[in-house]
């Protein structure tokens, strides 16, 4: 076995363990790629990981191996590597969640084999209150992203009749995901039913391609409309996070262009990037998902949308009318401090 490789990062020293090993073996490529990755995707990626409880999925063998996810920060954590306490209600105890807030941390993480990384919604500081929204479209075979896309196009145009911004990535396995950033006071009991109902407004106008159910059984060919995630107990793959794959492919920010010429084209492979790629679309393009960081928008009103799956042909119909005649709400810029909350998860 090799010598720990010794690096300083940040004024923190650090010791790199077997960065020779092979954790995408179709690919060739390394520990030591998966972390001088991480280091270069950096300032794109600390800001939308800093303050969020952090859950890590660790390959310590490779794509091909066994995983674990990993919640609680490791005792073996330097001491400073900063974590936050959050309750857990299921597990009747308080987990130490490690906040990713500084490159040291990051490149600690990449070391641990941690691939995958997967935040909160929400800021550990204001653990009920997530600052976004997220539809997770996944795709039933053969359906793929191209699919994704058309799906990606409805849900865009029901918050551009909002006047509310929305943002695509790639899941950089199958699928695609919208964010819609808020930042404003809200809660998991306000964006999770609502994103429920947005799911089955899009089932009941498009059930030949979409379902908003989660049994696997009914999405053959469709494209699932993943609303669950809007949860404090469920996590979304980080944006510029690495996926455990045949290849190092990214959850990668994309471009409504990019969206419909996917779709125009009925290319999958126009929305597939490895690491090398995301690192020269940084630099070329900026940060896609910076707004997520900064944009205030709240979400509209949609009564009635919330309600249990209607039963009649007459109660869908109306339904549908309902989210396309509802009015926006206005945009707040500012929002009053938020009451302190006992952390839980």
């Not at 935040?119 to 992203?145: H, K, Q, R």
């Not at 969206?259 to 630099?283: G, H, N, P």
């Not at 070329?284 to 309600?307: F, V």
Request: with cysteine; hydrophobic share 40%; glycine share 4%.
């Amino acid at each position: 076995m090799a010598a720990p490789t010794i690096v300083e990062v940040e004024g923190r020293k650090l010791k790199l363990s077997n960065l020779d090993k092979v954790l995408y073996p179709a690919a060739g490529f390394t520990k030591g790629q998966v972390i001088d990755y991480y280091v270069h995707i950096a300032p794109a990626l600390i800001p939308h990981l800093a303050g969020r409880p952090l859950t890590m999925k660790r390959y310590p063998e490779g794509v091909d191996h066994e995983y674990f996810f990993e919640k609680n920060a490791p005792m073996h954590r330097p001491e400073w590597v900063k974590t936050a306490p959050v309750w857990s209600e299921s597990n009747k105890r308080t987990i130490n969640f490690i906040l990713a807030n500084d490159l040291a941390t990051l490149v600690w993480i990449a070391n641990l084999a941690s691939l995958e990384l997967h935040p909160s919604l929400a800021l550990a500081s204001d653990i009920e209150t997530p600052t976004m929204i997220v539809f997770d479209l996944d795709p039933g075979p053969p359906a793929n992203i191209v699919q994704c896309a058309q799906v990606a196009m409805w849900v865009r145009a029901i918050f551009d009749h909002f006047g509310l911004q929305s943002f695509p990535k790639t899941s950089g396995s199958k699928g695609m995901q919208i964010y819609i950033p808020l930042n404003t006071k809200t809660s998991y009991d306000e964006t999770k039913p609502f994103a429920h109902a947005i799911a089955r407004v899009l089932e009941q106008e498009h059930p030949e391609l979409v379902v908003s159910e989660m049994k696997k059984a009914v999405r053959n060919n469709k494209v699932f409309v993943d609303w669950s995630q809007n949860d404090q107990h469920k996590t979304t793959i980080a944006v510029y996070s690495l996926r455990a794959r045949e290849q190092p492919t990214v959850s990668t920010p994309i471009t409504w262009e990019e969206v419909e010429q996917t779709l125009k084209k009925k290319d999958a492979q126009r929305l597939v990037f490895e690491a090398s790629d995301v690192l020269k679309r940084v630099e070329k393009m900026g940060d896609l998902y910076a707004p997520l960081l900064t944009l205030k928008q709240k979400l509209p009103q949609l009564t009635g949308l919330a309600a249990e799956p209607e039963k009649t042909p007459a109660e869908k119909k109306q339904r549908v009318a309902i989210a396309a005649q509802a009015e926006p709400r206005p945009r707040i810029n500012k929002t009053a401090a938020a009451p302190k909350k006992r952390r839980k998860v």
